[in-house]
Structures are given as C-alpha cells and as structure tokens.
C-alpha cells in the first residue's frame, strides 16, 4: 500500500488507484487497528452494512478468531441484509452467532415513541452482552453518527459499549474509502437503517406494517434503485430516492403503482427532496435532520 500525505494526494488523486490512501487516513486504520489489539478478543455487533461489515473484516484480520460476529435477526430487518451479513461471514470464515429478537415484545417498542430506538438497542445489546462469552463487545457507529437524532447512542453509553471506529475518528466517507481499499462489496453499499423508522413516531409497529415496507423497497431495488426509503404515512407511501433517480423512478409510474396498491397503499407518492437522513425526525423540537 502507498501513503502520501494531503498535499500529494490532492495533486494526484484523479490519476491514482484506490489502494493508495493519503497519510492522515493510514493513520486512522493504524489507530483502529491498535485499539482492538489492545481489547484482544472482540464479539462485532454486525448487522452487514457499510460500517460494521469494514470492523468487523479489520478486527478479523488483525485479532483472527478472536473476533467473531454477533447478529440479530428481527422484523426491523429485511431477509436480504440478514442473508447478506451470513454470507459475509462465511466467506470471511468468520464465526457468527445469530439470535431470533422478538423486538416487538420489548416493551414499549411497538407503541413506537420517539426514544424507540432507545428501548430497541438497549434491548439488543443487553442479549449481545450474554451472547459475547467474555468477549469485548464493540460495534460500528462513526463520527457521522453524532450529527442527527440516535437516542440508541444512550444505550451504548449506558451500557460501555465500545465504538472502536469513533475512537479512531472515522467518518462514513473515510470507511467506505478504506472498504474500497479492502475491496469489500459493501464500500459503496447504500445506508440502510432499520424498517422502524419508514414508519412515523407514534403509529403502532406491526409485523404487516414492516414487511409492507420491506417488500415496497425490496421492489424499488429490484428496479436497480439504490439509495432509497418507502416512508409510510398510514395508507399513503413516500418514495424518497436520490433526485437524480427522479425521471427514471417516474417511468416506471404504472408498475409502481400496480406493486404498490397490491402491498395495500391507496396513494404513491415521490417526495420531491428526495432521499435524506432522518425525515422522520423533522418534527421533533431539537432533533437534527440532516
């Protein structure tokens, strides 16, 4: 691997393949790379996306098998991402643990209040903690993570889980730059979240809700669509998709509605912001949106 620091890098950039990172960003995977030495044996809470496929593959290269791969398998994920984190896994012969989480028995979850994400986590983490045989338990979140509304966060706080790719300053961006590096599949995977928050705070969680969602986006994907959310207001869906996506998405308007009130959606929507972070969270006094 070539390192050259900001300077060069900016002069070159265009012209260079990805395996050659700039100083400051060797040094962050160095950093990340010495935390989990010194955690020694590692339980990754790894769901398969961007972030936690990138720690969970540097702490099983830097720790081997002393890092194995905690999962949850719930409602709040779609099949696709489960069946993607177990194939990871097994590539990487990696050891993975699954559980079934009944998160909608957690209680107040359903009822789907503004700290839900809160009680989610709390939730999952506590049966990762058991699950970790002695291990450390770590998981993904970035730098990013602090900017919009995440009262899981609390849960992680409470619980001293650790966060290694905070503790080495990492951003979103600079994980997908070294995912690239390490040619993994998910460098440039769009951000997923769980299937709860397509849903606004205060309506009742129910699995037909959930897996109308699921099948909604699974369609879109299925149409080559990548960054995407079905937002669901009652029996209105709201497409968000990238404003490039716009015209495409548009002459596809038959099918869609077709898929869409077979799902049982009565109105399809294309929001004209198109996809953002935390929509759902723009009535919420003091909650970021970005």
């Known amino acids: 691997m070539i390192i050259l620091n900001r300077e060069q890098f900016d002069r070159t950039k265009n012209f260079l393949p990805e395996m050659i990172l700039t100083a400051e960003l060797a040094e962050k995977l160095e950093r990340l790379k010495n935390y989990l030495r010194e955690l020694k044996s590692v339980a990754v809470a790894f769901s398969g996306g961007v972030d936690s496929t990138f720690l969970l593959k540097v702490a099983h290269d830097t720790l081997a ?29 990696i050891r993975q643990i699954i559980f079934a989480a009944d998160v909608l028995s957690v209680e107040g979850v359903a009822k789907n209040p503004v700290d839900r994400c809160y009680l989610c986590k709390r939730a999952l983490f506590e049966n990762f903690l058991r699950l970790a045989e002695e291990k450390i338990l770590v998981e993904g979140s970035n730098v990013d993570d602090t ?4 009262p899981g966060m609390r849960a992680l706080t409470e619980l001293e889980i650790k966060s290694p790719l905070r503790e080495a300053d990492l ?8 995912s690239r590096t390490m040619n993994l599949s998910t460098a440039d995977k769009p951000s997923m979240a769980c299937l709860a928050s397509r849903i606004p705070y205060g309506e009742t969680l129910t699995e037909q809700k959930l897996s109308q969602v699921e099948a909604a ?7 080559s669509f990548g960054q995407l959310r079905v937002r ?6 709201r ?18 509605v077709e898929k869409f009130k077979s799902l049982g959606f009565d109105y399809v929507t294309l929001d004209l912001q198109g996809y953002r972070v935390g929509s759902m969270n723009l009535g919420l006094k003091g909650a970021q949106s970005s």
């Open 239 to 256: 497409i968000e998709v990238l404003p490039e996506d716009f015209a495409r998405l548009i002459n596809f308007r038959g099918r869609l």
């Open 171 to 178: 951003s979103k961006s600079e994980i997908r730059e070294l």
């Open 232 to 237: 669901v207001h009652g029996n209105l869906a």
């Open 65 to 93: 098998d002393k890092a194995i791969a905690l999962t949850a398998a719930s409602v709040f994920v779609p099949r696709s991402e489960l069946e993607a984190a177990e194939n990871f896994c097994r590539q990487e012969k």
């Open 147 to 150: 900017k919009d509304y995440r």
């Open 217 to 223: 986006e699974e369609f879109l994907r299925s149409l």
